[in-house]
């Protein structure tokens, strides 16, 4: 299994902008297709976006879509989140994960980082 860690969280007023960092180690990265995911407390962990192995084609949830761009640089073995024009019902605890293919389900992701939390609040 590949290890991820996640940074880059933070508290930031409503309208400003993170970037949520992911980076693997034990297997390369470019072998997985790479996902991010958030989940509130009280709610069900809900789908963000991910990007294919080879950054060729990415998906994202009807939450963050036009607001959040994911990407990759698989030499740096490290996933990024671009999120901007938050919104305080953006906060949540951020994981990233990684699969065998490009899927929106979390019970398709097998590795998973501990998490990162994302408070937005003016």
């Known amino acids: 299994q590949v290890q991820l860690v996640e940074s880059g969280g933070g508290l930031v007023q409503p309208g400003g902008s993170l970037r949520l960092s992911c980076v693997a180690s034990?297997?390369?990265?470019?072998?997985?297709?790479m996902g991010w995911f958030r989940q509130a407390p009280g709610k069900e962990r809900e789908f963000v976006a991910a990007i294919r192995w080879s950054g060729s084609s990415t998906i994202y949830g009807d939450s963050v879509k036009g607001r959040s761009t994911i990407s990759r640089d698989n030499a740096k073995n490290t996933v990024y989140l671009q999120m901007d024009s938050l919104k305080p019902e953006d906060t949540a605890v951020y994981y990233c994960a990684a699969s065998q293919f490009l899927f929106t389900t979390p019970k398709a992701y097998n590795s998973w980082g501990q998490g990162t939390q994302v408070t937005v609040s003016s």
């Open positions: 034990g297997r390369t990265l470019s072998n997985y297709a």
